[in-house]
């Protein structure tokens, strides 16, 4: 945590230049930092298998991803991961006070009381709903099942050391939605691309947890990051590795081009230069590798887009 002169907090994982801190007033900092508004990574990442399975769609219809589709998820997006790590915070306040990277955050450090945080979360909640009920009725409540996941994932760091797969069933659910959005419907393609989320999510967030390995170990919260250790190389590898092979898979089912298989060579290579990066690497390393999968997402959601556009 770093304080800038003109008194705000700034957090570890967040950029002290970017726009939305140079723009939000200090009374609505950590309401931001809630949100993680700061930290724009965890929307992309959220967002990434949704837009990829939108245009998996419309490439499945012989045609571009629907675009309203595409901002939807975009809101969506952004409301459903600030709900998500405000619900976090809320039940890993105590944890976060004895991590390094985190016991700055708004509730551990008391800038925001519990109060006031189940009050905004209410609102990012009710934002999300907004976008939920302007999809098809399956998909409506093939998103309102996901809840029971997202419920549960911030306690699984406390009983298991695979927090990061429960995060992945969670936040691939979009592959499922872009889907069905669309067919009101799930197929074989979808499937594979939520199984290639999930692989992909659990080797980006093993890196991700690889910054706060050693105080873990002190507070007692389990991660990938801790149970593969001197391996972590092969088992965030290995996860990527599944994540490629789903993910051509999905797209060959659905007629992938030469543009599709494009954008998956260059998904497939970046997560192949991430694992090149992985082994050693430190808090700075960890989070650049980290926040870097944003752009393999959307390569590959580029390729099929691009395919559907192109025809």
Known sequence: M???????????????????????PEFALPFVQLARLDRPAGWQLLLAPCWQSAALAGLALH?????WHLALFLVGAIAMRGAGSTYNDILDRKLDAGVERTRGRPLPSGRVG??????????????GL??????NPFTTWLGAASLGIVAVYPLMKRVTSWPQAVLGLAFSWGALMGWSASFASLALPPALLYLSAFAW?????????????????????????????TNTRLGVGL??????????????????????????????GHLAW???????????????LFRSNRDAGFLLFAGIALQGWVG
């Open 114 to 127: 519990v109060p006031a945080a189940l009050a905004f979360l209410a609102v990012e909640s009710l934002v």
């Open 274 to 288: 991430q694992v090149s990066k992985v082994e050693g690497a430190h808090t700075g390393t960890a989070l650049r």
């Open 239 to 268: 996860f990527y590795a599944a994540a490629a092979l789903l993910a051509l898979i999905a797209t060959l089912l659905v007629g992938g081009g030469p543009i599709a298989l494009i954008g998956w060579f260059a998904f497939a």
């Open 130 to 135: 907004a976008v939920l009920v302007n999809f």
């Open 201 to 229: 999510t659990i080797g980006y967030d093993t890196i991700y947890a690889m910054q706060d390995a050693r105080d873990d170990a002190i507070v007692g919260i389990r991660s990938t990051a801790r149970l593969f250790g």
């Open 2 to 24: 770093t304080v800038e002169p003109g008194g705000s907090t700034v957090l570890p994982d967040a950029r002290p230049q970017s726009l939305v801190l140079r723009l939000t």
């Open 63 to 67: 045609r571009g991803p629907n675009l």
